[in-house]
């Protein structure tokens, strides 16, 4: 039995955790809160991760360290420095190996499928925030300080995406839902459990060092097709989505501090933004979960 630090217990946090819990690994998660799944191989902490000495002392004699840590996208500027510092230190003073749950927004807008190999093209600055975060954990590798990997997946179907705010519950209630993206345009939807097992598969295997891995995805489905099926998978009656006119999100940002930073992502609903993790495929063998079971599980969780 080996012991792993998770910081955060959001939906890829949590779903670490279980997984690497139900293996008979013993789990160390941190929230500020000491939230986290419960499970007898689950350790939940109070602690501030921004705390150098403190996730060093948390995560001494563990084989990973994961950021599964998920600041409010309104402040990142302020949030994800001090934590992205403290994640350093910790993997170099503790040998741990860092591993970080990261996004696509680095990328910016793109003309085909994002795969390993595609260049970091954003421009605005919070788009480049977790890239730049990467460059720093890959210097520090290339400096002999720490060994570190990073995941990096799409919009998710069970939580924080469009199904968790705003379409998954009128569709289940049978009403019309609306959408603050385009309905017709390809995008890929990334299950939670596909990030997990993911992440802890990379921590564990030395061909992962060094590198930035895709979550193996399901194929691309628009916004209409995601919540057609997710009615049907579900039981529901036909889906019924309206998308919201932009400049209607556009003034919901005046009064929204989170409404108005997704105007800087808006590009990867207006034109296909699609993954491509057959690179993760063919080195560890993953394949993504069944996107039936993604939604199934994304319905019991609106409902609970």
């Known amino acids: ?35 986290g799944p419960e499970h007898p191989g689950v ?73 390993q190999k595609t260049p970091i ?20 590798q290339r400096e002999g300080r720490i060994r570190t990997t990073e995941v990096r997946g799409s919009d998710y179907i069970e939580a924080n995406g469009l199904l968790a705010f705003g379409l998954g519950k009128p569709i289940l209630a049978g009403k019309r839902a609306y959408s603050p993206a385009p309905l017709d345009v390809p995008h890929s ?20 060092y060094g590198q930035v891995w895709m979550v193996p995805t399901n194929p691309a489905l628009t916004v209409r097709q995601l919540a057609s099926r997710f009615a049907e998978v579900n039981g529901a009656r036909a889906a019924k989505v309206t998308a919201i006119p932009y400049p209607v999100t556009w003034a919901t940002g005046l009064f929204m501090p989170m409404v108005k930073e997704l105007r800087t992502t808006r590009y990867q609903f207006t034109r296909p933004f699609v993954i491509d993790a057959s690179a993760t495929t063919e080195t560890f063998g993953l394949q993504p979960i069944p996107m039936d079971d993604a939604l199934r599980d994304a319905a019991a969780r609106l409902r609970a």
């Not at 910790?90 to 591993?99: D, Q, S």
């Not at 975060?133 to 520090?140: E, G, I, K, T």
């Not at 939807?189 to 992962?208: F, G, I």
Request: aromatic letters at 6%; one cysteine or more.
């Open 189 to 208: 939807w990334t299950s939670v459990h596909d990030c997990a097992r993911t992440l802890v598969t990379v921590a564990a295997d030395e061909r992962a």
């Open 121 to 140: 093209a954003a421009t605005h600055p919070k788009l480049l925030l977790r890239a730049r975060m990467w460059d720093d954990q890959l210097a520090a």
């Open 1 to 35: 039995m080996s012991e792993h630090v998770i910081v955060g217990a959001g939906a890829v946090g949590s779903a670490a955790a279980l997984l690497l819990a139900e293996r008979g690994e013993h789990v160390r998660i941190i929230t500020r809160h000491g939230s």
């Open 43 to 115: 350790e939940r902490v109070a602690a501030d991760a921004t705390d150098a000495d403190r996730l060093t002392s948390l995560t001494t004699g563990a084989a990973a360290l994961y950021n599964c840590a998920s600041p409010q996208y309104h402040q990142w500027f302020t949030d994800w420095p001090p934590l992205a510092a403290a994640f350093l230190t910790a993997a170099e003073r503790t040998g741990a190996v860092l591993v970080s749950m990261s996004n696509l927004y680095g990328y910016g807008p793109v003309d085909g499928p994002i795969t």
